[in-house]
């Protein structure tokens, strides 16, 4: 399971469409969402992978460092949440984090994603000790 989240942060450090169309589903097209930091939910296979596309072409250089990493598998089903700790070559301090949702299901191949949520995090909450 934890193979199947890393293939979606290592297709996208790399830049390869090949790869991130193979980490998602294609037995469920029109069920695939992703909803990348600040952008509008998309829906269904196509639209899917042309935001990732789109977002790789323009994306120079992006590593992900995560923390916070929990996996939860119900039969068929898994969800990993995750802080994305993003680095870019953008990055003018200490770069930039999400918190992200991925669910994937069981298919015959292995586990492919449905469902990529990610949100920004503006500002980091001080926790009492």
Do not use: K
Request: hydrophobic share 50%; with cysteine; charged share 20%.
């Amino acid at each position: 399971m934890e193979a199947a989240n890393a293939a979606l942060y290592n297709a996208f450090e790399s830049g390869d469409v090949d790869l991130m169309e193979a980490v998602w589903d294609i037995e469920e097209p029109d069920a695939l969402v992703c909803v990348h930091p600040g952008w509008p939910m998309l829906r269904g296979r196509t639209a899917v992978m042309r935001s990732w596309s789109a977002v790789m072409a323009n994306t120079d250089y992006i590593q992900f460092v995560l923390t916070d990493v929990q996996v939860a598998v119900a039969g068929d089903a898994a969800i990993v949440t995750c802080t994305e700790n993003v680095l870019t070559s953008a990055d003018v301090g200490d770069g930039a984090a999400a918190v992200a949702t991925n669910v994937f299901v069981r298919r015959r191949d292995g586990w492919r994603l449905v469902v990529h949520h990610g949100s920004p995090v503006l500002g980091r909450l001080e926790h009492d000790g």
